[in-house]
């Protein structure tokens, strides 16, 4: 290998070829030859160069034709097999229907890459165009100098031959392995209850299939082994394709009433991929005047390159996948946002009265949290104590149709996007979107804030009151030992309080996710209906109890499980932190009111001015940072998951701000909204 760090850029192309072919100082590897001609053109940074010039490579082999001889025979020895239909069915496309298996196959083969069958083209292009940022510069090579050296080497056309493991045999080859495969693929029972409307017709998967397998009939018996775009066969194919194609987005779009699962999710993207490779393909085949041929000839080997530079590309597969899913979790976000969403005094009390219930809730909580602390276990015991502790008292605030006011941003970062996609959809709302969004987030943010103050002015007496009722039966202040250090968790100066607070808002973005997804996944497999008409459950508790259950995990049984995780992540992070070693912790503004009062009576009240205004100021910032963490998480993900650019943030903010200089007070009171 000491010969490829030899032969560089700084290598011109004459030396190049001397040390082949005079020298033989490629004897070794010859294909190293040709990774080192390569590097002379690749450049540091492809996409800041607007064009790669072949014409001094050009000029040197016409000033010396001796060497296109030996360049060809060169060729002939390095490629003994025209072996690549896998690159065209398996490159860039999903082999596994299982996303993490997927992620898992491709973060694998990145740092230790497939390698095909010595002699082969891939085994080539593997070799020799190993960075993914190769098909960049590749395509910025001008068209008419490619067909010079197309000419210039004297390559024949690939339609001369239809052999197997001839490029066009290979084409062919591969278009009937991807139509086989999708064909399979589309008939799965979860794929074809997608569409139900498809389930009185023939699959046009079935279709497209036979009508290839027809088409290669007919290249395969006529003498020139191409066909022209207006024959009755391609027609038919192209019709075919966009059934197809029509049957996919269809499966898509009826993804928001029947849910859809990750699994049948992959399984649709794989399609669509196949079915776009194929379209690519395609014109493969057509063949009108013979510019057409060297054009498919040379089109046929960038699209090589393209595959094989792209075969395990991880971002692309992530941002694929997850769009749709994330589209049908924040799709459910949103609609329970729009509880969380007031308009008038009516409403504005409503939420602070249910506020006031989750308040008081959490004082309870607040104590026993405090009583299991003393609890003698290890730190698995109090992560689970703690867990119970808090998963229970949320489902419970749940279930009574209280709040926990950071709980919204999540719920409501949805609905903005979807009000936004809104927006930019209605031709008559596009001029106004952004004002409209502006008096929409003022909503937002006063039913927020009086969620805050509903939690925090009632866990703050409650859990006093608890604390001094149990004082009062034991003859015991059990905050006695720990009021110290109750007290300075709170403080954003003398603690990690902000961390903390920062770590409880991804927790609170974590249980939106699981909530939508817990609901997507029952839309899918129809888990309500499943229930309803469940013989043994009819038989046992009657139709109608059966049918009010059915109705009650339809409506409730995504927001307990993902207020009982949302109670194992708080509750389980400090144990994690003591097993890790890290100052791992969570800081939440209505336990950190709670916690606040139960520390005041730990230290008797005796607390001095700085520490009584660092808590205060915390109390609020842990409020700010459970907020702000959730909530722009949240609408990071609605965004993408509608395609929404985040430039819009921008013009967003600057609405917002001068709605706010116009009307400050309606960020927290209901107030009659004026025209801005």
Known sequence: MNVRHQ????????????????????????????????????????????????????????????????????????????????????????????????????????????????????FVLNQVFYLSSDSIWINKIPYNQIVVMYELLGFKDIYGNIKEETPFSEIVLAMQILAQRMSGRALENDVIKMVPEYSNFESPFLGFEKELNHLEDIIRTNNYHYI????????????????????????????????????????????????????????????????????????????????????????KLFLESTQLISYEITQHTAKSGLNYITDGYKEYFAMFYKAIG???????????????????????????????????????????????????????AATIAQTLDEGMKNKNQVADKHKLFAKLFARIFRTQFIAFVGNVLFAFPIALFLIWLLDLILGTNLAESKADKIINDLSPIHSLALLHAAIAGVYLFLSGIISGNI??????????????????LKQTFGIQKTKKISTWV??????????????????????????????????????????????????????????????????????????????????????????????????LNISIFNYFKKAPLNFFFPLKDKLI
């Not at 497999?525 to 008409?533: G, K, L, N």
């Open 554 to 651: 339809n409506e409730n049984w995504a927001g307990v499980i993902s207020n009982m995780w949302f109670g194992i992540f708080l509750g389980s992070t400090g144990s994690l932190g003591i097993f890790f070693g890290l100052a791992l912790d969570i800081r939440h503004i209505t336990f950190a009111s709670g916690n606040f009062a139960i520390g005041l009576y730990g230290n008797h009240f005796s607390i001095d001015f700085w520490t009584f205004f660092w808590s205060i100021i915390g109390i609020g910032l842990i409020g700010f940072i459970n907020f702000i963490i959730s909530f722009t998480l949240s609408m990071f993900l609605a965004l993408r998951s509608r395609n929404i650019p985040l430039s819009e943030l921008h013009l």
């Open 228 to 315: 022209n775009s207006s024959e009755l066969v391609y027609k038919q194919l192209l019709m075919l394709h966009k059934q197809c194609n029509d049957f996919v987005d269809k499966a898509f779009l009826n993804s928001s009433k029947y849910g859809i699962s990750l699994t049948v999710n992959q399984s649709l993207l794989r399609i669509r991929q196949q079915l776009t490779r194929i379209k690519e393909l395609l014109p493969l085949i057509v063949v009108e005047n013979d510019e057409d041929k060297i054009r498919n000839s040379t089109l046929i080997l960038l699209k090589l390159i393209r595959y094989n530079c792209y075969k395990n590309n991880i971002r």
């Open 7 to 122: 032969f560089q850029q700084d290598k011109s192309i004459k030396e190049l070829f001397e040390n082949h072919f005079e020298k033989n100082l490629y004897a070794d590897e010859k294909l190293l030859f040709l990774v080192d001609l390569i590097h002379v053109f690749r450049p540091k940074k492809p996409k800041d160069v607007e064009q790669i010039s072949l014409l001094e490579f050009l000029e040197f082999l016409q000033a010396n034709p001796q060497y296109i001889t030996l360049f060809k025979n060169y060729f002939k020895t390095i490629v003994s097999k025209n072996k690549f239909s896998r690159l065209l069915t398996d490159s860039g496309i999903l082999n596994d229907n299982h996303f993490l298996s997927e992620i898992k196959k491709r973060i694998f083969d990145k740092f230790l890459p497939f390698q095909p069958e010595k002699g082969t083209l891939q």
């Open 358 to 412: 989750g308040g008081f809730i959490v004082g309870f909580l607040c104590l026993f949290k405090l009583l299991f602390s003393k609890v003698d276990t290890s730190a698995f015991g109090h992560a689970f104590l703690y867990s119970f502790n808090y998963a229970f008292g949320f489902i419970v605030i749940f279930l009574l149709g209280f709040t926990l006011a950071t709980k919204q941003p999540a719920m409501t």
């Open 519 to 536: 609901s997507n996944r029952n839309k899918h497999y129809q888990v309500a209906y499943r229930i309803q008409e469940n013989p043994f």
